[in-house]
């Protein structure tokens, strides 16, 4: 299955930014930026950012941390990698690593922020929440988790591929996650703030211990 789902993000690759503009109203990049905005790191700091698909917030979040920092970008597809290498070559302080993210190669208490966009829905079952374990191990103390994902669509049509993106998870995980999210980060994190976007069709999740 994890093959398939490879293979599967491998192929989206090459349509994924656009479709995830089309969601999010967001063709110029305004909610990226309201979501690094969002995430509370200085200059020098490390970040994480977890199924970073294309990493189209890589630089955005590298804009505040500054060349003496570190942004590093984890995806298991090669295919959504190296798109985000093309777009984001040009920088010594992105860094993309190709890896399952319920295994991140990282030392403990690594990171001042972790952050993830619009892929946390996609992660089935226990691999959720072995990604949050992973989380909290890799974060410093008291450095923060930063989550925007998708909220229900009232397009008819993105709403049907909301719909199938959730299903691809599994039924019953996807609409316990859809209605209980807030209970299930606060089972590996003390505070949790949902922060509506200004498009309407995204949130963020800021968790913290």
Not at 85 to 102: A, F, G, P, R, W
């Amino acid at each position: 299955m994890k093959n398939f789902r490879r293979s599967y993000y491998n192929a989206f690759s090459r349509f994924y930014d656009k479709f995830v503009a089309l969601h999010s109203v967001d063709t110029q990049g305004a909610l990226r930026r309201f979501f690094s905005d969002k995430v509370p790191v200085k200059e020098g700091d490390f970040v994480l950012d977890i199924c970073t698909g294309t990493g189209s917030v890589l630089l955005f979040l590298r804009e505040k941390i500054g060349p003496k920092g570190l942004v590093v970008g984890v995806d298991f597809s090669r295919g959504m990698l190296k798109v985000g290498q093309e777009k984001n070559k040009m920088y010594v302080n992105i860094s993309l690593v190709e890896s399952d993210v319920t295994y991140l190669p990282f030392k403990p208490n690594e990171f001042d922020a972790v952050t993830c966009t619009h892929a946390f829905y996609e992660l089935k079952g226990e691999t959720q929440d072995r990604v949050l374990k992973e989380i909290v191990r890799v974060l410093k103390a008291g450095k923060p988790f930063i989550m925007m994902e998708h909220d229900v669509p009232k397009s008819a049509l993105i709403r049907v591929l909301f719909y199938i993106r959730l299903f691809s998870m599994g039924a019953k995980r996807a609409f316990y996650i859809l209605k209980h999210e807030t209970r299930t980060l606060k089972g590996y994190f003390r505070v949790v703030k949902k922060i509506p976007t200004p498009t309407g069709r995204s949130k963020i999740m800021i968790c913290r211990n």
